[in-house]
């Protein structure tokens, strides 16, 4: 097998890993609550999501709270309605390091999840963890396949994440009355996060998928972690978010993320 086609392969994996991990994890678990994960399976997520993105969960918790806080109005860090679809889907990064390093939206948006021993020591040291990361690909892979699987994966992990911000506020199906839009098709390579339309009609259920027909590959692994007695979701049933008024004042975060109720078994 060419090593180009051998390193875009692997590349992928790791990137459906990554995804998985995003919206699993960083998502429906960290920002918005949905579920509850056993300690191991958690700091399980937080090694992953340090080796294969780099990036700390406090500030992608306080980026996307604020997104809901402010959607596509004035505040919201990423809205292509407001900054255009391009400058989103290949600037994405950009707009989302902006505000993660701004210490008041952290302060404000992500303050149940102070740092703790382990961010200090390795998980907020982004390059320490892509550097493992991509040293386990040159391992098994050698150096060649190592770095074109680190680059292929950068490039396509940056542009899926950006693309439910991009396309998911500008083309799809608009069930719900909010401004985001649902893309199935977009759906299958973004681990479900595609049903963008459906999270912020419902932001805080752990499955994405609101209709028939409609599939969260996200929910799979859900279910997995729900089977496993790894995780237990929180709301037992779907609870949709009044909408929004333009212009009103950002929404309390405990609609977003309610505090804890008695978890329930995945169905």
Do not use: C
């Not at 809205?79 to 505000?99: A, D, E, I, M």
């Not at 963890?129 to 150096?143: A, S």
């Not at 909010?178 to 893309?183: D, G, H, I, L, Q």
């Not at 089977?227 to 009103?248: D, I, K």
């Amino acid at each position: 097998m060419p090593k180009v086609l051998l390193a875009f392969i692997v590349a992928s994996v790791v990137t459906q890993v990554a995804m998985l991990t995003t919206t699993v994890f960083l998502h429906r678990t960290l920002s918005h609550r949905s579920l509850a994960i056993r300690p191991a399976t958690r700091f399980t997520f937080r090694v992953i999501t340090w080796m294969t993105t780099g990036i700390r969960p406090r500030q992608w918790v306080a980026v996307h709270r604020k997104h809901h806080a402010y959607t596509d109005e004035e505040g919201d860090p990423h809205s292509p309605l407001l900054l255009g679809f391009w400058q989103v889907q290949l600037g994405n990064v950009v707009y989302y390091k902006r505000t993660a390093r701004d210490p008041e939206v952290i302060r404000k948006y992500a303050k149940d999840l102070p740092q703790d021993a382990w961010d200090r020591v390795l998980f907020d040291h982004a390059f320490l963890g892509l550097g493992i990361g991509i040293t386990i690909v040159w391992l098994i892979f050698g150096w060649e396949v190592g770095l074109m699987v680190a680059g292929f994966h950068a490039v396509i992990y940056l542009l899926m994440n950006a693309a439910v911000n991009a396309i998911g506020h500008r083309f799809g199906k608009k069930v719900y009355e909010n401004s985001a839009r649902n893309s199935q098709w977009l759906a299958w390579f973004v681990a479900g996060e595609g049903l963008h339309n459906n999270h912020h009609a419902a932001p805080t259920s752990a499955n994405l998928a609101l209709s028939p027909g409609e599939v969260d590959p996200g929910w799979w692994l859900v279910s997995l972690l729900v089977r496993t007695n790894q995780a237990q979701v929180r709301l037992s049933e779907v609870r949709f978010a009044r909408p929004r008024v333009p212009g009103e004042a950002a929404r309390n975060l405990d609609e977003m993320s309610p505090e804890a109720e008695e978890p329930v078994a995945a169905r």
